[in-house]
């Protein structure tokens, strides 16, 4: 073998290798995604238990996440939508998501925390489930204290990436 059959071969190894040694593109929640939210709620001492359709918009940057949860409410919440935002984290091969996000512009003071529940990457249409809790005793239309607590259900119906508001600063 002569010293460019020799360079060749090397170059062809240390490119193969390179290849095979690079991580797969990691997985993003970046998405819109759409599904159901089904609640059970308290209101000064008075159970009810409702749900509704949603439509979810995520922008993952890094480990940073922005989402924008767009719903119409019954008009005693008056609320269209809330902002939030949060990190996610993977498993070492990636083939398992989770995350957490907390509201940041509610159109009322309350404090909503959402925990997406460890996900495979791997399902050739990606959805996830999520479970939220919140308390409020400033809902307009509802006296006293309300503690709601929702499961969602959600199914990624684009992965472009959609426009998301920006927490304000808190």
Known sequence: MNLIELLKTTQ???L???IA???AAAFSLT???KGVVACDSTTAGEASTWGWNIELLMVQDGAD???DYK???AAELGNEYTLYSGKAAASADGSV???YFKSCNASFPADELVRI???STKVKDFGFAADSIWASDQVPNLPGLTVQSCRWSLTRTSADVPTVRTCPAE
């Open 65 to 67: 996440l922005r989402v």
């Open 16 to 18: 193969l290798f390179a």
């Open 97 to 99: 998501i989770s995350a």
């Open 12 to 14: 062809t190894a240390i």
């Open 71 to 73: 719903y119409v409410d």
């Open 31 to 33: 998405g819109t995604y």
């Open 21 to 23: 040694a690079t991580p």
């Open 117 to 119: 529940a460890p996900t």
